[in-house]
């Protein structure tokens, strides 16, 4: 569905963050993507939704393609009518706006009728009633969870063929986290939408994703389905924090070499 | 205590075009982050459309009155698009420069068209005031203040209830975010520009309509410093009372103090009244509260 073919993006026109980045999204998968802070996940996921060109980042080599169609530099709002939505990290929910109001925003693009749009707010309510209750209050004051629902809510309304989902789990507590990505599951299950997840909890990414990439430094260093990986033994001890050996004095000094390896 | 609410009354009837003014300049300011220095100009230029359209072609007035809105919007548009979309991402600074610029432009043309003189529109009401109890005010006035306080009706349902209104609510609170609802941005900027020249044309028509207009309409701007700094730079609200107060303390300075020092605090003691609010909130009445990130 979704190809990432050998990408270079510059920011600045100086800054090279992405080298020969390659990945592939199948249709109605949940595909992750793993890698320490910086190696250039957002930034693959702003290549993607066009969201690199606010940043005056630019994609200046490969190429990507959604459905055999190139979405090399387009704009956002063309990307987002081709049937990709990105959940951006931090959630970036209206703080202005009320809830409901953030909902119809987000509706915008699509220029549903009054009715329609009202039909598929009340869906999202239903998946999170929660929201409903919360309907008049300015998003700014919903709880982190009850922000990142919010987000999620968002992208549903335009009713994407794909979701790029930056961090979602960031900021929450343990016992939300498990519910969100249950949530995630489901939307990619029930409601067949493919899902691109970047994660820093590994653990639990690996657990409801069907293939996975990991990358360092602005290209991916390891792939393979999400069980393979989980059994890695590089990606065991790096990202799940299971260590095989567990002498915390060696641990250093096979990080420093392992590392190397990747780079 | 007549004399008061007479001075009160008429420092409304200004004060809301003030807050025209203020409301199209807050508009821009809010989606683009532009502090736009021709907010006085545009007013200019709406005046004089309406006078060639109404005393030069001598088109009924109500006609004149719609068609000089589109054309004050076009113009906005036009503007927008000539020499705003090219700046698009160009350091703040110059884009406020050539705000600067663009008032000075607009000026050369109205008067290379129209001269420096005052000029009259057709009266439409009769010159007769209407008697509200104690006081009087002309009718020109008053439909002056109606005209005013139902367009500030209509922003404020615009904004709720319209999709547009709300999308250019979002890309004031965070563009990016906004993008990524796939809100096209540039169309966003330019209605903005849009609303404000025709927000502020309004105001030109109604000032015209009142005291007639010269080149000098565009001093009207200055005025809206004071407004928008005592409202708070990006809120609405904060606008209309801002301009409503600047115009109601310059009626009553006018009124008090000017008899006693011969005149001129009046157009001092807006400017005043501004130091000393910033001096207490930084932000202004209504502003949002800003952390500088380091
Ligand atoms: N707008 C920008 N301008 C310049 N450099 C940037 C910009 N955005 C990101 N970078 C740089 O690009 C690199 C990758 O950043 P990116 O945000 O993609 O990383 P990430 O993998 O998402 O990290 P994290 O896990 O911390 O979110 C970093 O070194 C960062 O400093
Ligand atoms: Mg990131």
Redesign the interface.
Known sequence: MLKIKNIEVVYDDVILVLRGMSIEAKKGSITVLLGSNGAGKSTTLKAI???LK???GKITDGDILFENRSLKNR???E???AGI??V?EGR??????TTE??L???????KYGKKILKNKIEKIYEYFPHLKERREIRAGYLSGGEQQMLAIG?ALI?EPKMILLDEPSLGLAPLLVKELFEIIERINRIDKITILLVEQNADIALSIGNYGYIMENGKVVLEGSCAKLRENEDVKEFYLGISAEGKKSFKNVKHYRRRKRWL | MNYFIQLIVSGIVLGSIYALIALGFVLIYKATRVLNFAQGELLMAGAYIAFALTVQLHIPFWSAFFIAMLLCALLGLIIEILILKPLIGEPIISIVMITIGLSIVLKAIVEMIWGTETRVYPAIFSTQPIALGAISVSKSSLFSLVAAITLFIIFHLFFKFSSTGIAMRAVADDQQAAQSMGINIKKIFAISWMVAALVAGIGGILIGNMNGINVSLGMFGLKVFPAVILGGLDSIPGAIIGGITIGVLESLSGGYLDPLVGGGVKMVAPFAILLVILLIKPYGLFGTEEIEKV
């Open positions: 939704s066009g969201l606010s940043e005056e704009n956002p709002e990307i987002v009518s939505f990105q951006m970036r929910i209206f703080g202005t706006l109001e953030n119809k925003v987000a509706g915008y693009c699509r968002r335009s």
